[in-house]
């Protein structure tokens, strides 16, 4: 059976794969985005469906006022003995050379909880990571920055033994690896396979030089030999549909074959509107030791994997499996998902800034999606905004309003959402003695205000809808009894909604949400009654 890549669409890097006696799990990093680390599930690498976050209290995970592209990064999910470790980095910095990197991890019985309070490890690097050993040991391995602009910034790898009873590193880290000529050293991992330990680390930067390499030692502390086929992957000077190709991690499946799962973007004019996104590859060992793609030996990304054609979903342990996640992977990736309210939950696609739903006054009351009226999209503090991925280059994001102004400075509607200084707003909002609706651009703080639309039913429900056609953007609306909606505003470019676009870091993506802003502060809120994402096909 052949699977199209990418198979996490839309903003999900930084994959850690982990196999378990109950099928895989992938996780994958959030930044900025609350709950933090999503984690999906598949019986068989080919079914994929979201199934839990791992970070959801913000008053163990506190993001309040973190820039754009910090907050948690690279997450590292493994399976030891019945428990699943998750270990991250919260980034409080982003600056020239700190970042205040504070490495976490967090244990579950269950990946949908109840995950244990954070325990600190470090602070010396980001993208950590949890080796178990099969002696029984355990290693924290991440990455290292340093801070004196006289030396290289991502200065190495280092190992340390670790203490999951006590939740405490033992001895002193050890530097096994100081990165190639490729530089910006990162997204390092452990594995162990026929008596070598092997560290994959990622290079080149994120961007379209990215890759992936390996290297090998009889000891975990090394010292560590590279392969001399390295890359493992790359797109870098490559004509491939998936660029950005890097950061993997390598399993062995049920089956007994091998594959990774890595970040890669499908840019539309070398821009990753959709962000990185993650897929998988075949992979197999070399007569001497080495892994290697499985479909070439050029170590391109390729756009399909392989799973034997009828997998087995005869797991072990099958009560493990998450609660109704088998039949909503098995009935496969809908073109159009359709929101409503009535169960009084907050969908899991859903993400907000910073901080939880409650603290950022979203909830679900009488069977509509609330939102208590908050800070600008412009801010990094309290935002009434919630959001999903866009998937798909092509495709509508519609919603269903309630809200009422009473002045200018109560505004709600919708947004296509890159960060606080990119992003595209519809709103609704007071001038003078009409409700209007409006079309609001910022682009790396340039901003363009469109000419106000009077709305004839203010009192009555109104769609609002962002339609995306590779990299025009139009919105619409269309009030309570029109048959045809109203165009707003000017064709806008998706081109602005893209990592390589932004000024400053670019690792999250397009995201299409509803919010709303109280700039008066005297109280205001809105009400969605039906939220509508479907894509073209």
Known sequence: MKIENPILRGFHPDPSLVATDHGYYIATSTFEWFPGVRILYS????????VSHGLTDDRKVDLTGV?????????NLTWDDGTFYLVYTIVYTNRPRCKDTYNFYVTAKDVRGPWSDPVVLNRSGFDPSIFHDTDGKKYLVNMTIDYDPANIRFSGIDIQELDVATGTLLGEPKRVYRGSF?????????MKHDGWYYLVCAEGGT???????????RNVWGPYEDCPANPVITSSGKDCRLQ????????????????????????LDDCSILGRETAIQNVEWTKDGWLKLSANDDASPEDFYEVPDEPDLGWENAAAIPTGSMEKALAGRPDE???????????????????????????????????????????????????????????????????????????????????YDNFYWLFVTREGEQTVIRVWSDVNRELAVEAPVALRRPDRPITLHAKIRREKLQ?????????????????????????????????TGSMLGVNCADLQGDGVSTSFSEI????RV
Request: net charge negative; aromatic share 10%; hydrophobic share 35%.
């Open 43 to 50: 019986p068989d690498l080919v079914h994929w469906t979201l």
């Open 207 to 217: 961007e379209f030089g990215h890759c992936a390499v390996i290297l090998r030692s």
């Open 67 to 75: 820039d754009s592209a910090c907050g948690i990064w690279a997450p």
């Open 475 to 507: 919105f619409c609306f269309r009030e309570e009894g029109d048959e045809q909606e109203t165009m707003i505003g000017s064709v806008l470019d998706m081109h602005n909604i893209s990592d390589e676009h932004v000024v400053g870091n670019g690792f």
């Open 244 to 267: 950005r190709a890097g950061h993997m991690q390598a399993i062995q499946s049920r089956d007994g074959g091998w594959y990774i799962a890595h970040l890669c973007s499908r840019p």
């Open 532 to 535: 509508v994402y479907s894509e």
């Open 182 to 190: 490729r530089g910006t050293t990162e997204g390092p991992n452990v």
């Open 337 to 419: 998902v359709r929101y409503t309210f009535e169960d009084g939950e907050i969908p899991l696609d859903f993400l907000t800034l910073r901080r939880s739903f409650a603290t950022n006054g979203i909830s679900v009351q009488n069977g509509k999606l609330q939102i208590v009226g908050g800070c600008s999209p412009m801010s990094k503090f309290g935002q009434g905004l919630a959001a999903r991925t866009q998937e798909s280059l092509d495709c509508d994001f519609t919603a269903v309003m309630e809200f009422a102004p009473r002045h200018r400075n109560h505004l709600a509607g919708m947004v296509v959402y890159y960060n």
